[in-house]
Antibody, heavy 120, light 108 residues
Framework: EVQLLESGGGSVQPGGSLRLSCAAS????????MAWVRQAPGKGLEWVSA????????PCADSVQGRFTISRDNSKNTLYLQMNSLRAEDTALYYC?????????????WGQGTLVTVSS | EVVLTQSPGTLSLSPGEGATLSCRPS???????LAWYQQKPGQAPRLLIY???SRATGIPDRFSGSGSGTDFTLTISRLEPEDFAVYYC?????????FGQGTKVEIK
């Protein structure tokens, strides 16, 4: 059974940093692209960033370009999101998601999310 | 940047009725790269449809997808109580892999 467990969320002041982690199990982690998707309170889904299985391709949304960095450690079956220069508008529930093998840019398994709150 | 516009914003229906949800990208999207997700309150999204019309594992056949280019549709043939939720479309042919703003299907 696929399991994705996010951690690392919390409260931070504007301009601060956080690193999110997503521990994966139940599948061959290195074989699948992964992604971070966020959801602001009461709002819709926003794709943040994705990463290929080998970590060589890391597209991201314009809203986080230059501030957020996605990475992965395939030896630890873990996905990361380093978030710097955080803004109030980054406040959201951050989901880790696993790509579908048949369509590697949409997501068939999701974690339960970790909440990031950016406030002074 | 491609914007996906979903309509209606809210659909009020009764169990047993059919539902038709629309997703209109601002630019043409490959039919191999359009997905639909369902999200219930307090839960993570669930993949329903990928590649416009392929059902994900375990998705009942009352859910179907169709469309091409700038006009895509998710159809729920007969609403079950567990189908009342928010539905999102997503394009994934290129980055950003944007989502639509969502359609809420609520009980009338």
């Amino acid at each position: 059974e696929v399991q994705l467990l996010e951690s690392g969320g919390g409260s931070v002041q504007p301009g601060g940093s956080l690193r999110l982690s997503c521990a994966a199990s139940g599948f061959t982690f290195s074989a699948f692209p992964m992604a971070w998707v966020r959801q602001a309170p009461g709002k819709g889904l926003e794709w943040v960033s994705a990463i290929s299985g080998d970590g060589s391709d890391t597209p991201c949304a314009d809203s986080v370009q230059g501030r957020f960095t996605i990475s992965r450690d395939n030896s630890k079956n873990t996905l990361y999101l380093q978030m710097n220069s955080l803004r109030a508008e980054d406040t959201a529930l951050y989901y880790c998601a696993k790509a579908l093998m048949a369509a590697p840019r949409c997501y068939d398994s999701w974690g339960q999310g970790t909440l990031v709150t950016v406030s002074s | 940047e491609v914007v996906l516009t979903q309509s209606p914003g809210t659909l009020s229906l009764s169990p047993g009725e059919g539902a038709t949800l629309s997703c209109r990208p601002s630019q043409s999207v490959s039919s191999t790269s359009l997905a639909w997700y369902q999200q219930k309150p307090g839960q993570a999204p669930r993949l329903l449809i990928y590649g416009t019309s392929s059902r994900a594992t375990g998705i009942p056949d009352r859910f179907s997808g169709s469309g091409s280019g700038t006009d895509f549709t998710l159809t729920i043939s007969r609403l079950e109580p567990e189908d009342f939720a928010v539905y999102y479309c997503q394009r994934y042919d290129s980055s950003p892999r944007a989502f639509g703003q969502g359609t809420k299907v609520e009980i009338k």
